[in-house]
């Protein structure tokens, strides 16, 4: 699986007015709920946050990629957020967060090497400072889907 095929319109908002970490997490894992991601936004959200407590996810340049094994994940997928505003997060760089990765992984073997292999892939293409200016500007899902598949 490679990040392009995870590109859900779904779950996908790139105009989100959360106003900290906590709004922003349950409003993409609604998302995740609703196209049938997920089977429990509340064990989901717990899951998310105990891993969270394990360490920082907002990796810096104002992007954040939350993710926590769970059961309640029926269907391995990345929801996107592009906040309107900065938010608090605790990151490698002491900024705040416009860009939130929030993936949706199974305890299950098979989805554990997928998101493996997802999370390497963003990584890399987060580590390349043009995309990620192109994914701090994207207004649309088209532009990420080309960030996605530009070599």
């Given at each position: 699986?490679?990040?392009?095929?995870a590109?859900?319109?779904?779950?996908?908002?790139?105009?989100?007015?959360?106003?900290?970490?906590k709004?922003?997490?349950?409003?993409?894992a609604?998302?995740?709920?609703?196209?049938?991601?997920i089977?429990d936004?509340g064990?989901?959200?717990?899951d998310?946050?105990?891993?969270?407590?394990?360490?920082?996810?907002g990796i810096?340049?104002?992007?954040a990629?939350?993710?926590g094994?769970?059961d309640?994940?029926t269907?391995?997928?990345?929801a996107?957020?592009?906040?309107?505003?900065e938010?608090?997060?605790?990151?490698?760089?002491?900024?705040g967060?416009k860009?939130?990765?929030?993936f949706?992984?199974?305890n299950?073997?098979e989805?554990?090497?997928n998101?493996?292999?997802?999370?390497?892939e963003i990584a890399?293409?987060?580590?390349?400072?043009?995309?990620?200016?192109?994914?701090?500007k994207?207004q649309?899902v088209?532009e990420?889907?080309e960030?996605?598949?530009?070599?």
């Amino acid at each position: 699986m490679k990040v392009i095929d995870a590109i859900d319109e779904r779950i996908i908002d790139l105009s989100m007015n959360t106003k900290n970490k906590k709004e922003t997490i349950k409003a993409l894992a609604d998302k995740l709920h609703d196209a049938g991601y997920i089977n429990d936004v509340g064990a989901f959200i717990k899951d998310i946050y105990e891993r969270e407590a394990q360490g920082i996810t907002g990796i810096g340049n104002y992007i954040a990629i939350p993710h926590g094994k769970s059961d309640s994940v029926t269907q391995v997928g990345i929801a996107i957020g592009k906040l309107n505003d900065e938010i608090e997060w605790e990151t490698l760089d002491g900024k705040g967060v416009k860009l939130v990765f929030l993936f949706a992984v199974s305890n299950d073997h098979e989805y554990a090497k997928n998101h493996m292999k997802l999370l390497a892939e963003i990584a890399t293409k987060l580590g390349n400072d043009e995309a990620v200016e192109k994914l701090n500007k994207m207004q649309e899902v088209s532009e990420l889907r080309e960030i996605f598949t530009a070599v």
